[in-house]
């Protein structure tokens, strides 16, 4: 079995492959001072409950946007599992011919996503990561990423208002039934999920057009269905996508 770990800035997810299959998936919160015995031993109750233990697993694929956390999963995997695991970066086979820049800026979690969305839905496909941070990665018919765009996170924008705001309150990120509400929670709630609907629309209906038009759009992450539900730009979701995108990576490195 291969076990791959997405490290995100707010949390950590695993999955269980067993051939091309995902068998399980967990999560758990990313704290920037967890020691790698605190992951590890919660990794080793996971597979317990699935009555598997750590010589189940063959290989480790990683993908971390917490550069300063590498080492801590780096230890786990050697101390829990006896596996040096492999981190998406230079020099790993992704398939994906990146059209940046710098191609070294470009966030392993974005590079994943395009590989799994290009590799299940082809191209042209736009990815949508709805995260502490909305990614958008642009992918060409031919498999090269040609680049994209990154706003704040709807949680991310939500706290930005109450932390700043004297009177405003934390609210529960729901959708009010209509856009003009009688109420400060409601207003909110209004404001910050409606108002993120449009900020994805337009951003997806330009990039649509510079790429020509006819693109499929996935969309993953906490809060895809919540804004999917009011859009029609977004025409997949898929919560596993950057998992997917992990196994793939593995496959075309598996070689090596």
């Known amino acids: 079995m291969i076990l791959v770990l997405d490290a995100g800035n707010t949390n950590l997810k695993f999955g269980l492959f067993e051939g091309d299959q995902l068998r399980n998936s967990w999560r758990m919160a990313t704290k920037e001072h967890v020691t790698s015995d605190e992951i590890g031993i919660k990794n080793m109750s996971f597979l317990n409950y699935l009555g598997l233990d750590a010589s189940d697993i063959e290989d480790i694929m990683i993908s971390s946007v917490i550069p300063s956390m590498n080492y801590t999963f780096e230890h786990m995997c050697r101390t829990y599992f006896k596996i040096k ?8 086979k992704t398939g994906i011919n990146i059209l940046y ?6 966030g392993s979690d974005r590079i994943v996503n395009a590989v799994a969305a290009y590799e299940n839905y082809g191209g042209p496909c736009i990815t949508v990561d709805f995260g502490t941070a909305t990614s958008f990665g642009c992918i060409s018919k031919n498999g090269e990423f040609l680049g994209g765009a ?24 729901v959708k009010p039934e209509n856009v ?4 400060t929670v409601q ?29 499929k759009v996935i969309a993953t992450g906490g809060m895809a269905n919540t804004i999917a539900s009011e859009t029609d730009s977004i ?15 593995y496959k075309k490195n598996r070689s090596r």
């Not at 629309?201 to 510079?210: H, N, P, Q």
């Open 85 to 92: 695991p492999t981190f998406v970066g230079p020099g790993v």
């Open 150 to 173: 990154i706003c704040p996170g709807i949680i991310l924008s939500s706290n930005a208002l109450t932390n700043n705001t004297a009177k405003l309150p934390r609210v529960e990120l």
């Open 235 to 249: 025409d997949i979701i898929d919560s596993l996508l950057t998992l997917k995108g992990l196994y793939i990576i």
């Open 180 to 183: 003009i509400n009688k109420n």
């Open 187 to 215: 207003n909110m709630q209004s404001g910050i999920i409606y108002g993120y609907v449009g900020q994805v629309e337009y951003i997806l209906r330009k990039m649509k057009k510079e790429m020509g038009g006819n693109v």
């Open 101 to 106: 820049d710098n191609p070294k800026e470009l």
